[in-house]
């Protein structure tokens, strides 16, 4: 249906319907091209209505003609009654159709008749109230008894002459009396160079200028019209004032959209959307999405329809159409096919002024509208049609400010909650609420008022609609308090006005300071983060940094809250050394200084690890050799041990006094000082107390079978390895030695190991603290054991205690026999197995003439020197430094064979011998078999232990 009415209707029908000088008149017109149904005008109805009968024709469907009522009732003055087969709510829902198919239709048609941008003349007005007079640019209200000075502002050249009348208005029931019409010819002299005074009478509400071209009787049949009507002039001048005041917003966003785009298009998104929120203009987003050289075109498109609603304009449409009709009309005038937002409160006043000077035209007079810009004292108007100097001559109908009260306007903060820096350049207060504050210049002498400690200080501001609120002119004072409240004060035309409070923070020196954290945190090669602790960020402009050897360079920083900076520290082409901070703020001339050490790399610390009561501590980490000590509850560790496992340092500390007051399973933290002077934070693990135990006393046993050992150790840490090894523990923590607590025995160096429990036997309690320890080296470590050996508790949890040494096995030769000859001066025969054990024999304890063993021999029989008083020396391999004692029976050597020489003997000298020579030794030492003689006797057997 939309569709076929926007066809039907003819070009040459709805503009002029829309223009028509009556309702009545639009829709016969309408009427007349869409149906071929006959038209009857009857009389005056009850209640002076106009009653029309339309009747339906069969190729006219009666849903068109049925919408008209709906119409009439937005848009005329009279009331149609219609004949119609339909029920009443079938016609409602009929006539909503016909409404959009009006406002799709007539979308299109709102820009030319709403342009106003004709340039008219120019009035200057000055108001005088009291003693103060006022520009008319800064004159929101009119009051009775107000002086105002009138001067047309006609060029020299004007051939048209233009009769001025002022004229007061008192109501819409009320008309004015005749001497509220003041008659000036503008183009006598007294005019054009005094201009004409003229003083607002009681019980006025309304002023308004007429510019009628001059004739015979130009002033009576105007000054007739206003008073045989004055109610239409009431409303027209009421909505010229409220579309003058909506296009001042507009022309000021327009200019702030020019001037950005020219001067900074990279601003105009920023400028744009907050001159939109302050000035209550609505802004196409998409234009933004646009290249930057057409955003600024986009935006000033479809002007007319950028201005929105605000409680100072109030739209003139919605006076028209109240009640539910008008809240459907209203909706439907910001709907896509109502105009997409078009029909807004600028354009509703328009239309509305339109209309309503329509209807006063006569064969020689029509009223035009003029929208009065004012500038400071010269009122700028704004023509929406040329004026026509024929009849009918157009007479120019301008609004002055409405008579009575002022409105003090809304202005509030965008977030009340916001601090601001008093001292920071170009500080804007961001503002809204009340357009006509940033728009216009009805808002004066504007000033920021804070009572401060010292008295109250007044700071000029201006409204700047472009950067969205009020800017302070001149620098802000510096004040001894940081945070300090501000009240706009100022005047609203004549009348004080107390505008929108503020929080403002005044910058302090000497407020920042590092973090505890972060005091060494600078770390040359590298870009760190350093955080600032201080009052407020709010003052602060910028940071810059001086290293050692280094240029002045500005570093970035950011405020993640209102007392905290987070500031990058650019270090990767630095030196170690010092390194100055600065922190500017606005309003101070001296920065603050922050003086800090940047350090090579530094140590990275995981944890500080140990056990309660240890004396010893474990730190892991890395580049722990730049650890000098660490401290936690009084207890002080330094280093003892550097090492290294996989990726990580390992360092053993010790403590410099008991740390048993340590308590177990507590997240803590020691401090850790770097040798470079820097102190850093390393995790504390307290693991529960270790079990320790005491080495009382070691033996070693014999078998119950085996004879004495021919072989003396030297040394109290020899242990046979032959032999069973009994040793003595005592359990100092615990007191008492648990039943499930081990012993662990084994070799420094890992190779062989093995446990020792009460539940075997090789663990025997003596008391409630006392173990003894048994061991077989033999049995459970092997032939090949040998070495320095060492015993550990290990709990049941699995928690192990230190190492106690207990000796060094040593293995023992099974030595049987040594057969010496009568002479002192012959060497011996030494016969047993794994003679190999043994590295070298003497015959003095001072080893001053040795005979070495080789490392490969295999033989069982050895050429040793003669001992002296019966006694042998030995060196074991197992323990080569230490000096054993080898006490043998000695027998005398066989006369049938003498044994081959194994080792050299140092003395060469040949001394005279009964008995025969051996024969010549071999090269090397080897083995020889027992002489061909008897047996020997029984107790001349050689002794020794069990290979």
């Known amino acids: 249906m939309l569709v076929k009415l926007a066809q039907n209707s003819g070009p040459d029908k709805l503009p002029f319907c829309l223009a028509a000088v009556s309702a009545i008149h639009c829709i016969e017109t309408f009427y007349r091209g869409n149906s071929r149904g006959p038209i009857r005008r009857l009389g005056p109805g009850p209640g002076h209505t106009t009653t029309i009968y339309l009747s339906p024709t069969e190729k006219q469907p009666d849903s068109v003609y049925t919408t008209i009522p709906l119409l009439l009732i937005h848009f005329a003055p009279h009331v149609i009654h219609l004949r119609r087969r339909s029920s009443y709510n079938g016609v409602m829902r009929r006539s909503l159709g016909f409404v959009l198919g009006l406002l799709f239709c007539c979308s299109g048609l709102h820009s030319p008749a709403q342009a106003f941008d004709l340039a008219g003349p120019k009035v200057d007005v000055h108001v005088k109230r009291g003693e103060i007079t006022l520009p008319i640019g800064q004159v929101p209200n009119l009051l009775p008894g107000d002086r105002l000075w009138i001067h047309p502002d006609f060029p020299q050249t004007q051939s048209a002459r233009y009769v001025l009348i002022v004229t007061f208005l008192r109501g819409v029931t009320n008309p004015p009396p005749n001497d509220w019409f003041t008659r000036v010819d503008t183009w006598l002299r007294e005019a054009r160079d005094e201009g004409v005074f ?12 007429f510019l009628a071209p001059e004739t015979g009787g130009d002033f009576t049949t105007l000054r007739n019209a206003v008073r045989g009507r004055p109610g239409i002039f009431v409303r027209a001048t009421q909505d010229l004032q409220a579309a003058s005041w909506d296009r001042m917003r507009l022309d000021a966003f327009l200019a702030d959209v020019k001037v950005t785009s020219q001067t900074d298009p990279k601003l105009l998104k920023q400028r744009a959307e907050a001159s939109a929120r302050s000035l209550g203009i609505k802004v196409n987003q998409e234009c933004f999405d646009k290249p930057v050289d057409q955003q600024a075109a986009c935006l000033s498109q479809h002007t007319e329809g950028l201005v929105m609603d605000d409680s100072n304009a109030q739209t003139r449409v919605a006076q028209i159409t109240g009640g539910s009709a008008g809240d459907l009309m209203s909706q439907l005038s910001y709907s896509t096919m109502g105009g997409g937002g078009a029909y807004s409160p600028y354009i509703g006043a328009i239309v509305d002024t339109v209309k309503i000077l329509s209807q006063l035209h006569n064969a020689h007079f029509q009223y035009i509208p003029a929208l009065a810009l004012p500038t400071q004292d010269t009122l700028n108007l704004r023509l929406n049609v040329a004026p026509s100097f024929r009849d009918p001559k157009s007479v120019v109908v301008i609004a002055l400010p409405p008579v009575g009260p002022a409105t003090l306007p809304p202005l509030h903060p965008v977030n009340p909650a916001d601090t601001f820096c008093a001292q920071k350049p170009g500080l804007v207060l961001p503002a809204e609420g009340a357009p006509l504050v940033l728009g216009t210049q009805l808002a004066h002498d504007l000033v920021l008022h804070i009572d401060g400690k010292k008295g109250p200080i007044d700071l000029p501001i201006k409204p700047d609609s472009a950067q969205g609120g009020l800017v302070i002119d001149q620098p802000f004072p510096l004040l001894p308090e940081d945070d300090v409240g501000a009240t706009v004060r100022g005047k609203w035309g004549f009348d004080n ?41 709010l003052c602060v402009d910028k940071l810059t940094m001086t290293a050692t050897g280094g240029n002045v360079l500005p570093i970035t920083w950011k405020s993640p809250k209102p007392n905290a900076l987070v500031v990058s520290v650019p270090l990767e082409h630095s030196l170690p050394g010092p390194v100055q901070i600065e922190i500017r703020q606005f309003g101070l001339e001296n920065p603050d200084t922050l003086t800090m050490n940047a350090y090579a790399e530094a140590a990275s610390l995981d944890r500080l690890l140990l056990s309660a009561g240890d004396p010893s501590a474990l730190l892991t980490g890395t580049r722990l050799d730049e650890v000098a000590k660490a401290t936690l509850n009084g207890i002080t560790w330094t280093p003892v041990a550097l090492g290294r496992m996989q990726d990580i340092d390992q360092l053993s500390m010790n403590a410099d006094r008991s740390t048993t007051t340590l308590q177990p399973d507590r997240h803590e933290f020691a401090t850790v000082l770097l040798r470079d002077g820097r102190e850093l934070r390393a995790h504390v693990t307290v693991n529960p107390p270790r079990p320790q ?31 069973r090894l009994v040793f003595f523990l005592k359990s100092k923590v615990p007191a008492t030695f648990p039943r499930d607590q081990k012993i662990e025995v084994a070799a420094t160096d890992g190779s062989f190991h093995t446990t020792l429990a009460l539940a075997d036997g090789s663990l025997i309690l003596e008391d409630a603290s006392t173990a003894v320890g048994v061991v077989e080296p033999l049995a459970r470590f092997g032939p090949s054991a040998f070495g320095p050996i060492q015993a550990r508790p290990v709990a049941a949890s699995g928690a192990t205690g230190d190492w106690l040494p207990l000796g060094s096995l040593v293995r023992v030769p099974g030595f049987r026999e040594l057969r010496c000859p009568r002479a002192p001066s012959r060497p011996c025969t030494l016969t047993g197995s794994n003679l190999f054990l043994a590295t070298a024999f003497a015959a003095t304890g001072d080893f001053n003439e040795p005979s070495p063993v080789p490392p490969d021999f295999a033989g069982t029989q ?34 049938a064979v003498a044994p081959a020489k194994l080792a050299p003997v140092r003395s060469q000298e040949t001394l005279p011998d009964p008995e025969p020579q051996p024969a010549a030794p071999a090269a090397e030492p080897q083995s020889i078999a027992p002489p061909a003689t008897a047996p020997e006797p029984a107790s001349a057997a050689p002794s020794g232990v069990r290979p």
């Open 497 to 537: 006005w107390e505008g929108p409070s503020y929080h403002l923070h005044t910058a302090q020196p000497g407020i920042w300071k590092v973090a505890e954290s972060d005091q060494s945190a600078l770390v040359v090669g590298r870009e760190d983060t350093l955080h600032l602790e201080g009052d407020n960020s």
């Open 862 to 895: 050895l050429v040793v020197p003669h001992p002296a008083n019966g006694v042998l020396y030995v060196k074991l391999r197992d323990d080569p430094a230490t000096v054993q004692t080898l006490t043998l029976p000695v027998l005398p050597l066989p006369t």
């Open 693 to 723: 135990i005491v080495l009382m006393s070691k033996a070693a046993q014999d078998g119950d079978a085996d004879a004495p050992p021919p072989v003396h150790f030297g040394s109290p840490d020899d242990l046979p390895a032959q032999q």
């Open 198 to 209: 003229v003083t607002v009478p009681a019980e006025a509400q309304q002023a308004v200028i």
